[in-house]
């Protein structure tokens, strides 16, 4: 398959830290990226996205970067709180609406 | 807006049968895509349907089909199930007519085969 999911990586983070979360993709062609946020027993929940014309954009505690050049996306989330702590998801669309999911960071919060 | 809902939440079937899936996307969005999701391959793409077309197809084999009715709600079929078929499967849906934009999932159908 297109997604490879292994042993996902872990980030550990104390309430009230930033946290990064960072994510390689595969196509330079991919013009659309896009990040969510899975919780156990749930669908993915959108978070926010950014196409290629861009390079920052900002929503509600939630920053995303792409870095086109060295084809790498990242999620910053300002003042984390336990309620953060989930499975991160980055995904790039490509033609046809498809989306090829990243493996997923686990993100824990400790209070 | 009612968010995406997907029947059954839990299914348990054995080898050798068949399942379908049902999925309603969000008022007035017609674009509805399927994924599958395990511990070993992530999430990955099944196929997407719009205006009752199937537009793109993941590589999955023959075995998982699936359709789309009027209504824009979408049903994914799997024949002749196999063990490896246990799996998270999720419907999206978005209101995109073309290219791609954000895609809205619902709880996902855990299909458990013994």
């Known amino acids: 398959g297109e997604s490879v999911g292994l042993h996902l990586p872990t980030l550990s983070v104390q309430e009230g830290d930033n946290s990064i979360i960072n994510c390689a993709y595969s196509?330079?062609?991919?013009?659309?990226f896009i990040w969510y946020k899975q919780e156990s027993g749930k669908g993915p929940q959108f978070i926010i996205d950014?196409?290629?014309?861009?390079d920052k954009r900002q929503g509600q505690r939630v920053t995303v970067l792409l870095n086109k050049t060295v084809k790498h996306l990242s999620l910053q989330i300002a003042a984390t709180q336990p309620g953060d702590s989930a499975v991160y998801f980055c995904?790039?669309?490509?033609?046809?609406?498809?989306?090829?999911f990243g493996q997923g960071t686990e993100l824990s919060v400790k209070p | 807006k009612a968010g995406v809902t997907q029947t059954p939440r839990y299914l348990i079937k054995t080898r050798g049968q068949q399942v379908t899936l049902s999925c309603s996307p969000i008022s007035g969005h017609r674009s509805v895509s399927w994924y599958q999701q395990t511990p070993g391959q992530g999430l990955q793409f099944l196929f997407e349907?719009?205006?009752?077309?199937?537009?793109n197809k993941g590589n999955f084999p023959g075995r998982f089909s699936g359709r789309q009715f009027s209504n824009s709600r979408s049903e994914m079929n799997v024949s002749t199930l196999e063990l490896g078929d246990s799996a998270l499967y999720l419907c999206?849906?978005?209101?995109?007519?073309?290219?791609?934009?954000?895609?809205?999932f619902g709880p996902g159908t855990r299909l458990t085969v013994l």
């Open positions: 999206a849906s978005s209101y995109r007519t073309s290219g791609v934009n954000e895609q809205f």
């Open positions: 995904a790039e669309g490509v033609q046809g609406g498809k989306l090829i």
């Open positions: 950014i196409r290629s014309n861009m």
């Open positions: 196509n330079s062609a991919s013009d659309y």
């Open positions: 349907y719009f205006s009752e077309t199937q537009r």
